[in-house]
């Protein structure tokens, strides 16, 4: 199974981040942020990003991923932060 986590940096992303690396059955975890993770892993890979309204140039990178948890905390994004 590969995912995508958005929100990997917070409290309960790194929760997730860390279940899906541990899991067997999770071949890749792809990682997209503000910030790095600071975790180095075989399964895991990291897109940083500053603009979250548009993701049209990751489209390709985005393809083919069974599972997408977003654990973002409500209200803490905004396109100034």
């Not at 990003?49 to 990178?61: E, H, S, V, W």
């Amino acid at each position: 199974m590969r995912v995508i986590v958005f929100g990997a940096t917070g409290m309960v992303g790194q929760g997730v981040l860390e279940a899906c690396l541990r899991d067997d059955t999770v071949t890749e975890v792809l990682v997209i942020g503000r910030s790095p993770t600071g975790r180095t892993h075989p399964k895991l890979r990291e897109i940083q990003r500053t603009d979250f309204t548009d993701f049209t140039g990751l489209r390709d990178q985005l393809t083919g991923y069974d599972a997408c948890a977003t654990v973002l905390r409500p209200g803490s994004w905004s396109p100034a932060t």
